[in-house]
């Protein structure tokens, strides 16, 4: 069974006069354990999709089914169990809580999850967030707030809290956008290892030289699927 | 979400933006202050009230001119018509049963002249009875006896009166010219101090005769009676209408009225006007409460991206609404816990400081204080939080 199988999803975005076709009939299935990447230019829709796979936006038309579930009726509790659970976000720009320290950014999903598992202690919840960071290299900077942390640093924290709940699927956008090269680099070198550990991992890049990093490459124009290709193993 | 990090979280936010939180807080403390302050000095007014009627004696009868109007329950009204005389005094003191002394009193204004000085004094006129009904004590001298009743010109002096025209010196045996009369001086009272606002000591008595012939009216103030025990007060109040009634032809154009009664419609006056002081006290609640929504809603707009990236990792709406209804209670207990504690304990120092009007806050204020501020919380909260709870998680997380 496919993780992710969408079919003919269609978003329209209005501005004014202009119709925007963010989603033109898109479809594709994305395999458990993957490594995919969409790539395209800005505006192309590539955001929007990554926004409808983790149910923080709904198409206009057409089917997307996680893990065998239409989600098109789910109600907004269940989409935000679901995305606890089974989804963690790694954004460009982190969106790190500001005031609260590395380890209470990666505990706060679990804060969530013990209102569907009643068996999430205080120190559990500890526990996970400490595995997190310690899965990311960063055990050595649990204490320090997001602005004593450097970039790279920062998106590792963001991608310790993805990680937390160990979701199936990791939904990373422009994770290297807003990093210097080296940093970039190694955020990239996390994902694949993650990925090799089991973790399913579609990340949103604009950068083609990024995209190549991943097993799989979607492109898109327009709205439109217009590339669909796997990389051959180098 | 549990409670315990609901409250981490609201207690994290209180300190993030301590001045803030400070001073929205502000409003709950003064709200709350006022509130606790009102109804203390409302109910130390009642307390000071009520000892200082017991201190009186709960066994005093009163009994006026003219008829109390039943509807508007208000004072009598003397009218030339009703009087009480000398013969009404005479037939109670010979008739009842329940009474232990009763006298007629005559009242008005006086002064007292000895020499050069000159004293401008309250005179009461009774008989010898009225130190057992007003528990007066007497210092130096006597007060009249049964014999002097009958309108010589004898006075006793409150204990400042005789001060104030005599300074050390003995009073007794010397004249004093009373509106211009010569009376001999009897007997000085013991200093009593202050009662409800009216001092003992000030006061001048002479016998009744004597002040009515002082005021040139035969018709008595009133009548002051004791009953012999506290359990007789009613029986005698019955006595006394009765006999009274009877005298004036079968009309009851007199008001008895006990210290008891008087003391009841001086409480319900001043509990009235503790919840009336406290509802007043309320409105400052009510502004504390809008100052803590508008903070909360400035609060709201200003974590739209936290409450984004919290929606993506899977709060729910009421995860965020209660988040956001915690703060707002938690600002206004701790501010309204603030405001309890200081409002108490000024009180405590004003009892320290004038231990006579105890206005110590009652303990169960306590209950009203805290009910209400967590309820402003609530109330003003909602709001805020609901639409925090609304944000669509899409835009927020765009949200710079």
Known sequence: ??????????????????????????????????????????????????????????????????????????SDNQRAELRNQKIGF?????????????????????????SYDRSFSPVKMREMALQALDRVGLSQRVAHKPN?????????????????????????????????????????????RLNSEGVTVVMVTHDPKIAERARRVIAMLDGKITEDRRRAHS | MPIREILVLALESFLANKLRSGLTMLGMIIGVGAVVLLVSIGNGARN????????????????????????????????????LTLADVDALERQSLNLEAVTGVMFGSASVKVGDRTVNTSLLGSNEQLTVIL???????????????SGRRVVVLGFNVARQLFDEENPIGKLVKINGSEHRVIGVTAKSGQSLG?????????????????????????????????????????????????????????????????????ETILGMLTYVLGGIAMISMVVGGIGIMNIMLVSVTERTK????????????????????????????????????GSVSLTYLVYLAAPKFDMRAPVWIMIPAFG?????????????????????TIDALRFE
Not at chain 1, 92 to 114: C, D, G, I, K, W
Not at chain 2, 135 to 149: L, M
Request: proline share 4%; charged share 25%.
């Open chain 2, 48 to 83: 000071y009230i009520t000892s200082e009627f017991e201190g009186l004696g709960t066994n005093l009868i009163s009994v006026q001119p003219g008829r109390t109007d039943k509807k508007t329950m208000g004072p009598p009204v003397g009218g030339a018509k009703e009087k």
């Open chain 2, 198 to 266: 009216f001092n003992m000591d000030d006061l001048t008595f002479v016998p009744t005769r004597t002040a009515m012939r002082l005021f040139n009216d035969d018709r008595l103030f009133g009548i002051r009676a004791r009953a012999k025990s506290r359990v007789s007060v009613d029986d005698a109040v019955a006595e006394i209408t009765e006999i009274l009634t009877h005298r004036h032809n079968g009309e009851e154009d007199f008001t008895v009225l006990t210290q008891y009664s008087m003391l009841q419609t001086m």
């Open chain 1, 1 to 74: 069974m496919a993780l992710i199988e969408i079919s003919n999803l269609r978003k329209v975005f209005r501005m004014g006069d202009e119709v925007i076709h963010a989603l033109d009939r898109a479809s594709f299935t994305i395999e458990e354990g993957d490594f995919v990447s969409i790539v395209g230019p800005s505006g192309c829709g590539k955001s929007t999709l990554m926004n409808i796979l983790g149910l923080l936006d709904s198409p206009d038309e057409g089917q997307y089914t996680l893990e065998g579930h239409p989600v098109q009726t789910l």
């Open chain 2, 372 to 392: 209400i501020s967590a309820l402003t919380g609530i109330l003003f909260g909602v709001w805020p939080a609901r639409k925090a709870a609304r944000i669509e």
């Open chain 2, 135 to 149: 528990n007066i004590r007497i210092q130096a001298g006597e007060f009249f006896s049964p014999e002097v009743e």
């Open chain 1, 148 to 192: 004593e942390l450097s970039g790279g640093q920062r998106q590792r924290v963001a991608i310790a809290r993805a990680l937390v709940n160990r979701p199936k699927l990791v939904l990373a956008d422009e994770p290297t956008g807003n990093l210097d090269s080296k940093s970039g680099q190694d955020i990239l070198q996390l994902f694949e």
């Open chain 2, 306 to 341: 936290e409450i984004g990236i919290r929606r993506a990792v899977g709060a729910r709406q009421l995860d965020i609404l209660k988040q956001f209804l915690a703060e707002a209670i938690a600002l206004s207990l701790i501010g309204g816990s603030i405001g309890l504690l």
């Open chain 1, 90 to 114: 790694v954004f460009q720009t982190f969106n790190l809580l500001p005031r609260a320290s590395a380890l209470r950014n990666v505990e706060m999903p679990l804060v969530y999850s013990a």
